[in-house]
């Protein structure tokens, strides 16, 4: 089986990306940052859904983000917001996933893998630049001018197999390959026991999903 | 002035383009990473040359890149050689620029800025990949489709002042702009004190420097 690095949060979409990816074939390592994120539960579920779901092994990289500040997810001054905000959100982690990719890329170098994938989704998160197909596409060419791999001659590739669905479309693929949402954890502030609020947008937007996709809710809600 | 972040290591290159964005007339925020490296007495120079190159501010990002091994320089079981070897080094860090690069261009979003500096230089550094103009060019054309400023037309540019020059002609820019080498350390395996071994890769690259440059060589071996 050829190595595969599956950046895994422990939310909603991450899982069905590991899903997906185990699916097709590849020996899946799962990398989750710690970046000093405020909802710590998630880092549990990544590790329960690694497990679960297969995974070769899962591995966690800590990154003091909150030394730089920006966002409320790394910052602990900036509240989470629990009502729909315009523009780019507070929660918005400042160039998240060119880190996580980039640090993704790096792993897969030590592994001898020329496979990452990523759980972004232009559907939802329009307004992130950085989880649109030109991103993903550009961070690709970059990560084969970056590494011994891409120099040799052979084809990294970045995998964003959520791309263009819509949320219930990730939950009804995810049922289908066996995901238990009941392990994830997507809520900005969950507690320590991944109990979601119910209120913040990652919460609305995965209860929104699940009544799309016509399924019953199993987020553990405090 | 206008904003820019500079990667600093604490090394004789990174110094060098801090007091080349500072000379071009940049407000410097100068950016180190902690990424579990053996010469921590490299973090300590970093601090040393912020302050005297007029930086406005330095901060340190701690990121366990240990946790993926992969380099002599994160993992202690690998030595540090002390003669030359073929190909590409088992100093290498695994996507090293990519990830510095993503961190600076998370920290350029807090702040606004559009200039990111890094000392890679194409010369003495041929067999790494990401030293190179193209993996360059490639980041700089990700990095304006990854962030908000990139969206909203701005131009975010990745500077690199050392690309093309010798070791020599850096330390020799470096004197012109008042840089006090002796306040850097390169060694791969500096002491505490920041005293160098004199025998590593980085060691011989700098003293040959010096001895091309025709200048005295300031550093403190041990």
């Known amino acids: 089986m050829k190595p595969a690095v599956i950046l895994l949060s422990g939310g909603l979409d991450s899982a069905t990306v590991l899903a997906i990816a185990r699916e097709a074939g590849?020996?899946?390592?799962?990398?989750?940052?710690?970046?000093?994120?405020?909802?710590t539960a998630e880092l549990a579920a990544a590790a329960r859904v690694a497990k679960n779901l297969g995974a070769v092994e899962h591995r966690v990289i800590r990154i003091g983000l909150g030394d730089?500040?920006?966002?409320?997810?790394?910052?602990?001054?900036?509240?989470?917001?629990?009502?729909?905000?315009a523009g780019i959100p507070v929660t918005y982690v400042p160039a998240r996933n060119t880190v996580m990719l980039a640090l993704a890329l790096a792993w897969a170098e030590v592994l001898g893998s020329r496979d990452l994938f990523i759980g972004v989704n232009a559907v939802d998160?329009?307004?992130?630049?950085?989880?649109?197909?030109?991103?993903?596409?550009?961070?690709?060419?970059?990560?084969?001018?970056?590494?011994?791999?891409?120099?040799?001659?052979?084809?990294?590739?970045?995998?964003?197999?959520?791309?263009?669905?819509?949320?219930?479309?990730?939950?009804?693929?995810?049922?289908?390959?066996?995901?238990?949402?009941?392990?994830?954890?997507?809520?900005y502030q969950a507690d320590a026991e991944g109990l979601?609020?119910?209120?913040?947008?990652?919460?609305?937007?995965?209860?929104?999903?699940?009544?799309?996709?016509?399924?019953?809710?199993?987020t553990r809600y405090g």
Chains 1, 2 share one sequence.
Do not use: W
Request: net charge neutral; glycine share 10%; charged share 20%.
């Open 68 to 85: 730089i500040g920006g966002s409320a997810l790394t910052d602990a001054s900036i509240a989470v917001p629990e009502s729909p905000t």
């Open 26 to 39: 590849y020996a899946c390592h799962a990398l989750s940052l710690d970046y000093g994120q405020r909802h």
């Open 196 to 218: 979601a609020c119910g209120r913040c947008d990652a919460c609305r937007l995965r209860r929104e999903g699940f009544r799309a996709a016509g399924l019953a809710d199993p």
């Open 125 to 187: 998160y329009s307004g992130y630049p950085d989880c649109r197909p030109e991103f993903i596409a550009a961070f690709e060419q970059m990560a084969n001018l970056a590494t011994r791999a891409g120099v040799e001659g052979a084809r990294l590739r970045v995998h964003a197999p959520l791309q263009h669905l819509s949320k219930a479309q990730i939950i009804q693929r995810g049922i289908e390959l066996g995901v238990d949402y009941a392990q994830t954890v997507s809520c």
